[in-house]
Protein backbone atom coordinates (compact mmCIF):
# COMPACT_ATOMS: atom_id res chain seq x y z
CA UNK A 1 0.00 0.00 0.00
CA UNK A 2 1.13 3.33 -1.24
CA UNK A 3 2.11 5.85 1.60
CA UNK A 4 0.91 10.00 1.69
CA UNK A 5 3.22 11.63 -1.08
CA UNK A 6 4.09 14.98 -1.81
CA UNK A 7 5.74 16.92 -4.08
CA UNK A 8 7.80 18.59 -4.48
CA UNK A 9 10.24 17.42 -2.00
CA UNK A 10 11.75 21.10 -2.04
CA UNK A 11 11.39 23.92 -4.05
CA UNK A 12 13.34 27.19 -3.91
CA UNK A 13 11.21 30.84 -5.46
CA UNK A 14 11.60 34.13 -4.83
CA UNK A 15 9.41 36.56 -2.89
CA UNK A 16 6.51 37.44 -4.88
CA UNK A 17 6.21 34.24 -6.83
CA UNK A 18 3.91 31.22 -6.43
CA UNK A 19 4.14 27.78 -5.44
CA UNK A 20 1.62 24.75 -5.00
CA UNK A 21 2.85 22.11 -3.34
CA UNK A 22 0.55 18.47 -3.40
CA UNK A 23 -0.28 15.50 -1.68
CA UNK A 24 -1.69 12.62 -2.05
CA UNK A 25 -2.92 11.03 0.69
CA UNK A 26 -3.45 7.23 1.50
CA UNK A 27 -5.89 5.97 -0.63
CA UNK A 28 -9.55 5.44 1.07
CA UNK A 29 -8.53 8.01 3.62
CA UNK A 30 -11.41 10.22 3.88
CA UNK A 31 -9.57 13.08 6.28
CA UNK A 32 -6.08 14.85 4.95
CA UNK A 33 -4.27 17.40 6.92
CA UNK A 34 -1.77 19.99 6.13
CA UNK A 35 1.05 21.25 8.61
CA UNK A 36 3.62 23.48 8.47
CA UNK A 37 6.83 23.46 10.71
CA UNK A 38 9.40 26.12 10.59
CA UNK A 39 13.06 25.67 11.00
CA UNK A 40 13.10 24.77 15.04
CA UNK A 41 9.64 25.38 16.07
CA UNK A 42 6.66 23.64 16.43
CA UNK A 43 4.89 21.45 13.96
CA UNK A 44 2.17 24.01 13.07
CA UNK A 45 -1.82 22.74 12.32
CA UNK A 46 -2.80 24.65 8.95
CA UNK A 47 -6.27 23.09 7.84
CA UNK A 48 -8.10 19.83 7.51
CA UNK A 49 -9.97 17.95 4.90
CA UNK A 50 -13.07 15.77 5.06
CA UNK A 51 -13.17 14.34 1.35
CA UNK A 52 -13.62 17.60 -0.33
CA UNK A 53 -14.89 20.15 2.44
CA UNK A 54 -12.81 22.15 4.85
CA UNK A 55 -13.53 20.93 7.98
CA UNK A 56 -11.03 23.07 9.59
CA UNK A 57 -8.82 26.08 8.16
CA UNK A 58 -8.49 27.93 11.35
CA UNK A 59 -4.53 27.16 11.03
CA UNK A 60 -4.49 29.10 7.73
CA UNK A 61 -1.84 32.21 8.14
CA UNK A 62 -3.64 34.47 5.47
CA UNK A 63 -5.82 35.14 2.20
CA UNK A 64 -2.02 34.35 0.61
CA UNK A 65 -2.75 30.23 1.42
CA UNK A 66 -5.35 28.62 -0.51
CA UNK A 67 -5.94 25.25 0.18
CA UNK A 68 -7.90 22.60 -2.09
CA UNK A 69 -9.07 18.75 -2.57
CA UNK A 70 -10.94 18.81 -5.50
CA UNK A 71 -12.96 15.14 -5.84
CA UNK A 72 -11.92 13.97 -2.29
CA UNK A 73 -8.62 12.73 -3.87
CA UNK A 74 -5.19 14.79 -3.82
CA UNK A 75 -4.65 17.63 -2.02
CA UNK A 76 -2.52 21.02 -3.26
CA UNK A 77 -1.48 24.27 -1.21
CA UNK A 78 -1.08 27.17 -3.18
CA UNK A 79 1.02 30.16 -1.49
CA UNK A 80 0.65 33.53 -3.69
CA UNK A 81 2.44 35.69 -3.56
CA UNK A 82 5.25 34.47 -1.72
CA UNK A 83 6.79 35.97 1.40
CA UNK A 84 10.08 34.79 3.14
CA UNK A 85 8.23 34.30 6.28
CA UNK A 86 6.46 31.28 4.63
CA UNK A 87 9.71 28.95 4.19
CA UNK A 88 9.47 25.60 5.82
CA UNK A 89 8.80 22.65 5.55
CA UNK A 90 4.77 21.78 4.97
CA UNK A 91 3.55 18.21 5.74
CA UNK A 92 0.84 16.27 4.27
CA UNK A 93 -0.88 13.66 6.37
CA UNK A 94 -3.96 11.36 6.06
CA UNK A 95 -6.32 9.01 8.05
CA UNK A 96 -9.15 6.75 8.10
CA UNK A 97 -11.19 7.98 10.75
CA UNK A 98 -11.52 11.07 13.45
CA UNK A 99 -11.62 8.89 16.74
CA UNK A 100 -8.66 7.56 18.12
CA UNK A 101 -6.36 6.79 14.87
CA UNK A 102 -2.77 7.69 14.03
CA UNK A 103 -1.82 10.21 11.26
CA UNK A 104 0.46 8.99 8.54
CA UNK A 105 2.61 11.83 7.11
CA UNK A 106 4.40 12.40 4.09
CA UNK A 107 7.86 13.29 3.54
CA UNK A 108 7.40 16.48 3.65
CA UNK A 109 7.34 19.45 1.16
CA UNK A 110 10.80 22.33 2.16
CA UNK A 111 9.76 25.43 0.52
CA UNK A 112 12.78 28.14 0.68
CA UNK A 113 11.77 31.67 -0.36
CA UNK A 114 14.48 34.22 -1.07
CA UNK B 1 -6.62 25.82 23.78
CA UNK B 2 -4.28 22.42 23.76
CA UNK B 3 -0.90 22.60 23.80
CA UNK B 4 2.33 20.23 24.19
CA UNK B 5 5.78 21.10 25.63
CA UNK B 6 9.03 19.47 25.01
CA UNK B 7 11.49 20.84 27.28
CA UNK B 8 14.86 19.83 26.14
CA UNK B 9 15.85 20.49 22.46
CA UNK B 10 18.31 17.66 22.96
CA UNK B 11 19.04 14.49 24.65
CA UNK B 12 21.94 13.09 24.27
CA UNK B 13 22.37 9.39 25.24
CA UNK B 14 25.01 6.07 25.58
CA UNK B 15 24.06 3.40 23.42
CA UNK B 16 22.73 0.98 25.91
CA UNK B 17 21.75 3.27 28.27
CA UNK B 18 17.92 4.22 29.19
CA UNK B 19 17.11 7.06 27.30
CA UNK B 20 13.91 9.61 28.44
CA UNK B 21 12.63 12.35 26.17
CA UNK B 22 10.24 14.22 28.05
CA UNK B 23 6.52 15.75 27.31
CA UNK B 24 3.90 17.50 29.38
CA UNK B 25 0.61 18.54 27.66
CA UNK B 26 -2.64 20.96 28.18
CA UNK B 27 -5.88 20.04 26.97
CA UNK B 28 -9.31 20.76 28.46
CA UNK B 29 -10.74 17.67 28.24
CA UNK B 30 -9.89 13.94 28.31
CA UNK B 31 -5.85 13.76 26.04
CA UNK B 32 -5.28 11.45 23.40
CA UNK B 33 -1.20 11.53 23.41
CA UNK B 34 0.73 10.32 20.35
CA UNK B 35 4.87 10.09 19.99
CA UNK B 36 5.97 10.43 16.25
CA UNK B 37 9.72 10.34 14.90
CA UNK B 38 11.45 11.85 12.14
CA UNK B 39 14.31 10.13 10.78
CA UNK B 40 16.65 12.66 8.20
CA UNK B 41 15.00 13.87 5.47
CA UNK B 42 11.96 11.23 6.15
CA UNK B 43 8.21 11.99 7.00
CA UNK B 44 6.81 11.96 10.57
CA UNK B 45 6.42 7.86 11.81
CA UNK B 46 3.80 6.96 14.31
CA UNK B 47 5.24 5.46 17.23
CA UNK B 48 2.53 4.64 20.11
CA UNK B 49 -0.07 6.39 21.23
CA UNK B 50 -2.35 6.45 24.69
CA UNK B 51 -6.41 7.05 24.53
CA UNK B 52 -7.52 5.11 27.54
CA UNK B 53 -6.63 2.12 29.95
CA UNK B 54 -3.20 1.57 30.90
CA UNK B 55 -1.24 4.25 31.69
CA UNK B 56 1.79 2.51 30.40
CA UNK B 57 1.54 2.52 26.58
CA UNK B 58 4.40 0.05 24.52
CA UNK B 59 4.93 0.62 20.57
CA UNK B 60 7.30 0.10 18.05
CA UNK B 61 10.92 -0.29 17.71
CA UNK B 62 10.81 -1.06 21.92
CA UNK B 63 9.92 2.56 22.88
CA UNK B 64 7.19 2.67 25.79
CA UNK B 65 5.37 5.98 26.90
CA UNK B 66 4.03 6.49 30.45
CA UNK B 67 1.05 8.70 30.90
CA UNK B 68 0.56 10.64 34.40
CA UNK B 69 -2.28 12.63 35.10
CA UNK B 70 -1.79 14.30 37.94
CA UNK B 71 1.43 15.60 36.03
CA UNK B 72 0.39 15.96 32.82
CA UNK B 73 2.92 14.39 31.53
CA UNK B 74 3.43 11.24 28.52
CA UNK B 75 7.17 10.61 28.68
CA UNK B 76 8.81 8.32 25.81
CA UNK B 77 11.08 5.86 27.35
CA UNK B 78 13.36 3.15 26.37
CA UNK B 79 15.50 0.61 28.40
CA UNK B 80 18.23 0.74 26.05
CA UNK B 81 19.40 3.18 23.15
CA UNK B 82 20.60 1.99 20.25
CA UNK B 83 22.67 4.50 17.94
CA UNK B 84 20.15 4.16 15.34
CA UNK B 85 17.76 5.48 17.61
CA UNK B 86 19.08 8.93 17.21
CA UNK B 87 16.46 10.91 15.56
CA UNK B 88 14.10 13.83 16.17
CA UNK B 89 10.68 13.17 18.69
CA UNK B 90 8.02 14.97 18.40
CA UNK B 91 4.90 14.65 21.08
CA UNK B 92 1.50 15.44 20.42
CA UNK B 93 -1.96 15.50 21.76
CA UNK B 94 -5.42 16.02 20.83
CA UNK B 95 -8.39 16.81 23.29
CA UNK B 96 -10.78 13.88 22.61
CA UNK B 97 -13.30 16.53 21.84
CA UNK B 98 -11.72 17.76 18.65
CA UNK B 99 -9.94 16.12 15.78
CA UNK B 100 -6.70 18.48 15.16
CA UNK B 101 -3.06 17.20 16.81
CA UNK B 102 -1.24 19.56 18.55
CA UNK B 103 2.58 18.83 18.35
CA UNK B 104 5.21 20.27 20.24
CA UNK B 105 8.82 21.64 18.88
CA UNK B 106 10.77 18.29 19.12
CA UNK B 107 13.12 16.71 20.73
CA UNK B 108 16.74 15.80 18.89
CA UNK B 109 17.88 12.34 20.28
CA UNK B 110 21.50 11.78 20.03
CA UNK B 111 22.82 8.09 20.82
CA UNK B 112 26.28 8.02 20.99
CA UNK B 113 28.32 4.49 20.18
Known amino acids: EAGVTQFPSHSVIEKGQTVTLRCDPI?????LYWYRRVMGKEIKFLLH????????ESGMPNNRFLAERTGGTYSTLKVQPAELEDSGVYFC????????????FGEGSRLTVL | AQSVAQPEDQVNVAEGNPLTVKCTYS??????LFWYVQYPNRGLQFLLK??????LVKGSYGFEAEFNKSQTSFHLKKPSALVSDSALYFC???????????FGKGTMLLVSP
Open chain 1, 27 to 31: SGHDN
Open chain 1, 93 to 104: ASSLGLNTGELF
Open chain 2, 27 to 32: VSGNPY
Open chain 2, 50 to 55: YITGDN
Open chain 1, 49 to 56: FVKESKQD
Open chain 2, 92 to 102: AVRDSGYSTLT
